[in-house]
């Protein structure tokens, strides 16, 4: 079986003295009922020569809409049960978890209905503290969490610097975007 890399990002943001962390809630009929243990950093599959942190960087924009500026921590490797790996690394930002979009994918749902069906790849989007994110990610992925903590401190103390002027900006929608500008 063939190993599938994937790479996400995991913004983080300190409030009130505490640390908290973006995570997104996959899209589509098998995780609509679950919530605990179905989160996830924005991530997805490497393409074929693709940079991870470019991938990383990429998918970040596919499932919110955000534009990510670093610098970017490496947060190494998490390996799922079975052929998975996922690479990450972690960035200060802000946004408002409302306004996130995502891209969409298309599948069969029912099963053998033959009717197809589009969802997003991610429904909602949260900042959760350290402990309640503990609980809301995956499970392979709850090593991030702990390698950031190490990272920049629980209180986000050693946060890394964002560049003057640069913060993770929404990108627009189709709909928003002026007339006549580039898709």
Do not use: N
């Not at 179905?38 to 809409?65: H, N, Y």
Request: glycine letters at 10%.
């Amino acid at each position: 079986m063939a190993t599938v890399v994937s790479a996400g990002l995991l913004m983080y943001r300190v409030r009130d003295g505490h640390l908290e962390v973006l995570l997104v809630h996959p899209g589509g009929p098998y995780w609509a009922k679950k919530d605990r243990g179905a989160w996830s950093i924005p991530k997805g599959q490497v393409e074929e020569g693709e940079d991870l942190l470019a991938a990383a960087q990429r998918e970040f924009t596919e499932e919110t809409g955000i534009v990510p500026h670093g610098p970017f921590a490496p947060l190494g490797e998490v390996k799922y049960k079975g052929a998975k790996v996922v690479h990450g690394w972690a960035f200060a930002g802000d946004c408002d978890p409302s306004a996130l979009v995502s891209v969409t994918y298309t599948m069969e749902w029912p099963p053998h209905s033959g009717q197809m069906q589009e969802y997003p790849e991610a429904d909602r989007g949260a900042f959760f503290s350290l402990p309640a994110a503990r609980e809301a990610i995956l499970p392979a992925q709850r090593e991030f969490l702990d390698r950031l903590a190490t990272l920049v401190g629980d209180s986000g103390a050693a946060s890394l610097a964002q560049p003057e002027g640069r913060t993770a900006t929404r990108t627009p929608t189709r709909d928003e975007r002026s007339p006549g500008a580039p898709a």
